[in-house]
Structures are given as C-alpha cells and as structure tokens.
C-alpha cells in the first residue's frame, strides 16, 4: 500500500495529541466529532456501564465484540458502492479480451455505462461480476490490482482516493471502543478479500478482523510455489441473514455492539440485541446532502426502510448525520 | 465452563511465577518444560529475529501469526481423536430414539464398540457424525452439550478430564509467542464449534480465533429469539489442503509460525514456510510410549509419514516429545 492510504489514522492520531496537549494531559473528549447529547450520550453510556467492573452490565474484555458494517457505516457509498466501480474498471479494462460481454448482462451495462442497471442484481450481481473479473487470480494477484486501482484511482464527485472518503466520527469510535478493550470487526456485504487489502491501514483493523462475501477459495502449488487461488463459486453472502451467520463463524459470539446504515444490517443488529446484558444498536442515516448524501427509504443503494421502522421499537439508536456529526471527512476543515 | 477448564493455565501460570521468583525477577526462561538444545534452540533463535527491531527478519507486530493444530498437537488424540468420544457418546446417548442405526455405518460400529471401523473414513466421517448428531441444535445448545461433555467425562487411559491433557511445552510456547507479540490461532482438522467451546478457558485463545472443520449455518428467529441454526451440510473440512484454504479464510495472511503433528498440517507448513522471510515449521514426533504415546507413518490417528520425509528438506524442525520434552502434561509431578 502507498502511504496515501495511512491519511486517516495520522489525521485522527494528529488530532488526539492536539486535544491531548490542549487539556494539559487530562482526559480529552474521546468522540471530538461528535455532537454533544444524542446518539454519542447513548454510546458514552453503553460504554461506560459495560467497562464499569462491578457493574450489572459489566462484560468481560474477551467478549466486548463490537461489529461495524462498512460501506455507508465506515466511509461513503454514493453514487455506487466503491467495490462497484473497483469491478466496473476491471470489466473496462478486459473487455476487450472478452468481446461476447458487449452483448452479456450485467457485462454489457458496465460497457454502456449504465451502472444502475449492472447493479440491478444487487450484491449477488456484483459477486457474479467479480467471480468472472477474477477467476483463476491468486488472492495475492487479486490485493495486488485492489492495492493498484486504490492508488490511481479518484471518486468521481469528491476527486480524493476512496480511501480517504471514511467517515472522522466513525475513526473516532473505533479508536474510542478500542481503548475501552473492544474488539473491532467489519462485517461487511462486500467481499472480505476486497476490504481486507486496506482495513488495516485504514481503519487500523487486521485482515483477521474483517468478514465479509467471499468467494470459495483452493490451496495449489503453481510451478513451485504454494498458493491460494479464487475460484468462481460463491461461498458466502455476507448480508441481511448471512450477516449473523458470517459472525458465528469468524467470531463464534453474539456482539455487544453493532453498528449499519442500512436493512442489509437489520438482522446484524437484531441478532446482537437480542443478547442477554447490555447490547447497543447504532443505525447511521444519512441526512446529509450538503456534507455528505441525503437518502434512505427509496434508495437502491444502502435501502434503510424497515430499520427505521423498528428502530425505536428495537431500541436502536439512529445516528443522524446532519445533527450528530460536526465533521464528515478527515480531509474537511474543522 | 467450570472452573475445572481453567486449570492448565493456573498450573502455568503459577510455574511462571514460580519461576521469576527463583530468578529475583530477572528473566526467566520462558519454555520451563523445554530440554535445552534441539527445537527449543530454533524457537527461540527465531522468535528473537522476527522481533528484533532493524534485523532483516524483522516482522511487524500485526503479520505475527502463528499456527496450531490442535489435536496431536495441543492435546493428546490417543486412543481416538477426543472429539470423536464426544460423538460416540451422543450417538449412544441418541441410539434409543434411533433403532435404524443399528444397521446403519458408522453408527453401528460406535454402539457395537468398534471405534476403528467407526473412524475409517476419517475426518469426514466423523463430520458426517457430527452432523447426523446435531441436526437442527442451534449454536448454543451445541456449545452448552460439549460444555456439560467436558464436565462429567474422563479419559480411558488417564482418567483425567480431556481439557487436562494439553501439553504443558505448548502452552508455555504459546505464552512465549504471545509475549513477544504473536497472534495465535488454532487451526484444527476438528469441529470449529467444538474447539471453541474450550479455547479461551484451556490456551487463552479466544474463539475468533479458533479455525476448523465447519457446517453450514442459518439465522433464524425462533419463537421469537435470533438464534443460530447448525444444518447438516458440510462447510469447511480443515485438513490437508483445507489448512490452508481455511487460514486464508479466517487469518488472510500467511502464518510466519505453523506447528503441526501428522500429514494433516503438510499443507499448513508447506504454504507457511514457502513465504518469504523467516519461517518457521515445527512437527510434534509423539516417541514417547511411557509418558504419552509413540506413533507416526503407521498409525491410523496422527498419521506422520510424508511429513517425516520432506522435514530436512523443507526445513521443518521436528520436535522429539521423548527427547525435547521434560513433562508433557500440566498434572505431572515435575
């Protein structure tokens, strides 16, 4: 990875020392993003109860699993997933070896630029095109061209790498929760081999600590050297329903916390409060046209519409972008 | 768990201290249970290059990982994997709601008493065991049945608990690896869930991560409670070629450590010591037949044979359990 992608943790490490030495030492505002009462009172409190030793909610370190769903959670996700546009460049870019895509869903779309039609599929459709963009690569070919397209390539509203496009509340919560003993995971719709190429540069989470879609996977030695090779068969479906299970079988305990944006993390969050002690749901909803992008009920991309329903009856706690952030993005001024 | 399951890293933990106090808090020697020389030289010949800070074997702290396996390799697998007594006694247990059994393989074989024919079709069958056992169990009454299972059974030839028979040197070197920064993992040819069950209390090894034979699992909600269904259909058969398929799976990087015992773990050590850098491969020899037992390119469990062959050639060091070992288990006078 080039240093590009370790801006957001010198930024958020850059401004702990500010606050840190702005107080003289003492103990800073762990979530300075944040807008005072809300959202980061429910966590500040959840936090505090389940850290307190002695406490009827206490939760010992071991089990302080805390889970974070990422596009749209952890950064942005308009106008399409950025894995999305990662799979459209490599269509882009083997299309002409493959001349029958001209006239082959979802392929064709991607050539004529239609995004919203190439994603018409959903997640599975996007799995489907990364199975034929990446078939027979080794997993180390594929972070290779990830780690690649991540260095070139710019978001086409903002012009900043995709990795800069991380939400600064988000990095502040983590580090916070991480400094309280939890464990951090993404679990993602996307594919886990995708996220796992920048999470820990990025978000300072380690492969292990990423779950996500995947592909199935063999072991062969390849002239002499052992590899691991992707191969086109979906393995895992790492949303809505597949969330729990791709918790139960990366982490093999029900989460204290779970944090999404969308429906695709209804069950996530459903599954982690359902838990005896003290559970915390948090659903991001982006309120925010000016800062960042305005949608929920009616969106194809990050469809947030029975959460928002069931929220208060599940005692989930709905971040408002707008009202809860005072900053989107690392790169904004304060 | 009872408090049983904590009792070897009490016992380690007390010798540890033990041992500081001898030395007037000077630093002791980390492998206590360790004959000088031999792989204990190439342990801790390694360790030190990977963690020494502008050596060209240096390793970041975060690609520290190391391997096990568990059964022959933590803990004794003689005279039947211990998961497989686990099994056998659910089987019998369920045999009177299931008269079609008595005609039926393997399940005749475990109630006539005849483990070997039981087992003859290895792991798999034993997966298909499992299966046929726990159809429909959800996670948890899964977990709550090995639990109950640890409690009240005991080993034929020990009578000691299972979670007793671990091997002292391997829980002193997985606390030596830890403090130098290494991330351990098991990963085992055995059930994911039923490892799990024990790894925290026994090695300190939280279930995330624990890798290992798996099924499919759904999310359901039952009676109105999330819970996590086991179905029977295979997932994941952590053996052989699955080793490393599933450390790609779980870890998403490459071991610097593996540490195997039988032609089960070729491929773990072969896909982790071909990386480049320092690596290290180690293989548990079981030559004792006085303290342990004494097995290798005959035996049915544990088999050790091309592993044995290819170890200089490879530059896997062999531990000699006879020879390299001053105790093997926690409850041994030393």
Redesign the interface.
């Known amino acids: 990875m080039s240093n590009r992608h370790t801006f957001p943790i010198l930024v958020l490490t850059l401004f702990s020392v500010a606050a840190c030495a702005s107080n003289g030492g003492t103990t800073s505002d762990p979530l300075p993003s944040w807008n005072d009462g809300g959202a980061k009172a429910a966590i500040v409190d959840m936090v505090s109860r389940v850290t307190a030793e002695g406490s009827a909610d206490f939760v010992r370190p071991?089990e302080r699993?805390a889970t974070f769903d990422n596009d749209g959670t952890l950064w942005s996700e308009q106008p399409l997933y950025f894995q999305a546009i990662y799979v459209f460049d490599r269509i882009r870019e083997l299309a002409p070896k493959h001349p029958e895509w001209k006239e082959q869903e979802p392929f064709a779309s991607v050539i004529r630029g239609d995004a919203k039609s190439a994603l018409a599929g959903g997640e599975k459709a996007l799995l489907e095109m990364v199975m034929a963009t990446h078939t027979g690569l080794t997993?180390a070919e594929f972070s290779i061209s990830v780690e690649n397209w991540l260095d070139g390539a710019r978001h086409p509203k903002s012009g900043k790498p995709f990795t800069s496009m991380v939400f600064q509340p988000m990095l502040e919560l983590i580090d916070y929760l991480r400094q309280n003993d939890f464990?951090i995971?993404i679990v993602s719709g996307g594919g886990?081999?995708f996220v796992?190429v920048f999470s820990?540069d990025v978000y300072g989470i380690?492969?292990?600590?990423?779950v996500g879609s995947?592909l199935e996977?063999?072991?062969?030695?390849r002239d002499g050297?052992?590899v691991?090779v992707k191969i086109p068969e979906i393995?895992l479906i790492n949303d809505k329903?597949?969330?729990?299970?791709g918790i139960?079988?990366?982490?093999?305990?029900r989460p204290v916390i779970a944090v999404g944006n969308s429906d695709g993390d209804y069950?996530m969050l459903?599954?982690t409060t359902?838990g005896s002690g003290a559970r915390l749901g948090l659903i991001v909803r982006h309120t925010d046209a000016e800062r960042e992008w305005a949608y929920d009920r009616d969106s194809h991309i990050g469809r947030l519409d029975r959460g928002l329903d069931d929220a208060d009856k599940n005692g989930w706690i709905i971040i408002d972008m707008k009202s809860d952030w005072k900053r989107i993005y690392p790169f904004e001024n304060n």
């Open positions: 071991s699993i997993a464990k995971f886990i081999d796992r820990e380690p492969p292990e600590r990423v995947s996977a063999k072991y062969e030695v050297t052992p691991i393995d329903e597949g969330k729990p299970v139960h079988r990366y982490i093999g305990r069950a459903q599954y359902s």
